[in-house]
């Protein structure tokens, strides 16, 4: 059963720093991307940072120059840094992979979210 389990959300000052992290279980075929999304309150859920099996990454422009996007192949985690925070940054943050089965069948999953409040 493939999981996802997020961790590293808290409450932070503006200016701040946070790593959020999500390990991933469960999946024995190769991760074509991996991405962090984020959802505020009455917002849509947005795509904040991806990363693809090459290691290529992309931001939405908003966070460029603040997050990173990275992971970690040994322990099947990856990772979120974000630093210089923004009130604006505030939303429930969720882990996504997705990846494609043997028979060429596309899948992913989703981790529970984690809360990031960034206070003014």
């Known amino acids: 059963q493939v999981q996802l389990v997020e961790s590293g959300g808290g409450l932070v000052q503006a200016g701040g720093s946070l790593r959020l992290s999500c390990a991933v279980s469960g999946v024995t075929r190769t991760i074509n991307v991996a991405g962090w999304y984020r959802q505020a309150p009455g917002e849509e859920r947005e795509l904040v940072a991806a990363?693809?099996?090459?290691?290529?990454?992309n931001y939405v422009d908003s966070v460029k120059g603040r997050f990173t996007i990275f992971r970690d192949s040994a322990d099947n985690t990856m990772y979120l840094q974000m630093n210089s925070l923004k009130p604006e940054d505030t939303a429930v943050y969720y882990c996504?992979?997705?990846?494609?089965?043997?028979?060429?069948?596309?899948?992913?999953?989703w981790g529970q979210g984690t809360q990031v409040t960034v206070s003014s």
């Open positions: 990363i693809d099996k090459d290691e290529r990454t």
């Open positions: 996504n992979i997705n990846w494609r089965t043997v028979a060429g069948d596309r899948r992913w999953a």
